[in-house]
């Protein structure tokens, strides 16, 4: 049952759809979903919509664009301001919020596209930092769940957000290089909040599948390896 | 009522300066402590372990750290006057988005317009130019970024002003010429206390930078 004035474009393997989905969700906002095909030419509305990066997700309110993410996740706690929050009340801890979603963002995720596309040679470096990464947020986790089930406490927050539409990513990491990022052993919390996450009712329906997504990466890997081997070709043409 | 506040930063930092800025909009008594990032403190260290940067805000011995962080924390806390964002949720989105696009793009840009020469510079220069055409066109008819009032778009640009100088020098060209609004709206800013007291002198910004390319053995 949508509501006619909320639309969001996104791809289905795209973990920062998957976060202002999952935000919709948790406000019960029904909306429109467009997906954009991410391996063909962008489509007009998104050019048009999002003409400084031009790329997804997009939020419409009407015909209102709202774009970046963590952005939209902020807007749509702010439209909506039914329970459940979001941002957590208190400034201290919407700062904190705020501090490691970023980090999410400006450092975990860079880590993890890296091993994504890293050569056999760099595989090794780019993991060890994505594993430095992890650790950093099974200590997170600690701090900001005070001994409850999400970041967010009783419920999914904002770094759930942030963190978790990552997830499937990191299975798809862990299966092409066979090593575990999240584990039982090395992550407790977060491995038990991993299944939390991905099982949760808001977040279950745009939770993608790692085989699929896995076949994607590959592709990814391709498009990326041959645009990479391009740009050497014509750099080294130049002085 | 306010705590102690103090501020670890290091005066060049554009990033500081809009925690300074902020601070000073809302007239926040704080204790400013410069960093010394070649040797940076036992309390830098303990209050930013994941990135070891500054600026970093510390309200009642707690610590806030990213500029941005800081100055929605110093806005949301200190709400009962000066404020930087606006009540209106699409309006406030508007405004982190060319606050993060800042972020994304100007510093990198900037940075290359000293650190790097030729081809790598102009492309630099081109884009700079670009992307501060853009935000030139988010004022519109408006004296600021924040519409009628002084608000957290034009917190998170401004400290760039006292940095163009060196910019223009290194990468010979006037940011002026190129985008004579931007600039007009960075010296009616500049006729805020809060800002002409948190900038830095732009020639000061200059030597340091001449000095840190010898240092780090740039030419």
Redesign the interface.
């Known amino acids: 049952m949508a509501d006619s004035n909320v639309k969001v474009l996104g791809t289905w393997a795209s973990p920062f759809a998957m976060r202002v989905r999952i935000a919709l969700h948790l406000k019960s906002v029904g909306y429109e979903y467009v997906e954009e095909n991410l391996l063909e030419a962008k489509s007009e509305l998104l050019l048009k919509s999002n003409p400084?990066h031009k790329k997804v997700p997009v939020l419409f309110?009407g015909d209102?664009p709202?774009?970046?993410s963590l952005?939209?996740v902020?807007?749509i706690d702010?439209?909506w301001t039914s329970v459940p929050s979001i941002l957590p009340s208190d400034?201290?801890d919407?700062?904190e919020s705020?501090?490691w979603a970023?980090?999410v963002d400006d450092k975990f995720f860079p880590a993890l596209r890296r091993v994504l596309v890293s050569t056999e040679e760099d595989r090794k470096a780019a993991m060890a930092e994505l594993l430095e990464g992890v650790v950093?947020l099974e200590e997170a986790f600690r701090k900001l769940s005070k001994g409850k089930a999400f970041f967010g406490g009783d419920n999914l927050g904002y770094v759930d957000l942030a963190v978790g539409s990552l997830l499937a990513w990191i299975k798809v990491i862990e299966k092409f290089t066979e090593t575990e990022a999240l584990s039982e052993a090395k992550t407790p919390s977060l491995a038990a909040w991993a299944d939390c996450f991905s099982s949760h009712a808001a977040v279950k329906d745009v939770f993608p599948n790692v085989d699929k997504l896995a076949d994607f990466g590959l592709k990814l890997r391709a498009k990326f390896s041959k645009a990479a081997a391009a740009a050497a070709a014509t750099t080294t043409t130049?002085d | 009522m306010e705590g102690e506040v103090v501020l670890l930063d290091f005066w060049p930092s554009m990033f500081g300066m809009r925690t300074r800025i902020a601070l000073a909009e809302k007239q926040i008594k704080y204790e400013y402590r410069e960093e010394d990032l070649r040797n940076k403190s036992a309390l830098l260290l303990q209050m930013n372990p994941v990135h070891k940067k500054i600026p970093v805000l510390i309200h009642n011995g707690k610590p806030i750290c990213e500029s941005l962080i800081q100055v929605q924390y110093i806005d949301e806390v200190w709400n009962d006057r000066a404020p930087l964002l606006p009540p209106n949720p699409y309006q406030r989105a508007t405004a982190r988005f060319w606050a993060d696009f800042v972020d994304k793009k100007i510093y990198d840009l900037g940075g290359k317009l000293w650190r790097t020469k030729g081809e790598e510079q102009e492309a630099a220069k081109k884009e700079l130019i670009e992307c501060l055409k853009l935000l030139e066109g988010q004022l519109g008819d408006n004296p600021y970024f924040g519409g009628k009032d002084f608000g957290f778009l034009d917190v998170a640009l401004v400290p760039f002003y006292c940095w163009f100088y060196t910019y223009e020098k290194f990468g010979r060209f006037s940011i002026e010429a190129e985008c004579p609004k931007l600039i007009a709206w960075a010296k009616r800013c500049m006729q805020k206390e809060s800002v002409a007291k948190s900038l830095a002198d732009q020639e000061k910004i200059y030597d340091f930078v001449l000095h840190l390319k010898k240092a780090l053995g740039i030419e």
């Open positions: 400084v309110l209102k709202v774009c970046e952005i939209i902020h807007y702010e439209v400034p201290y919407r700062a705020r501090f970023a980090y950093l130049t």
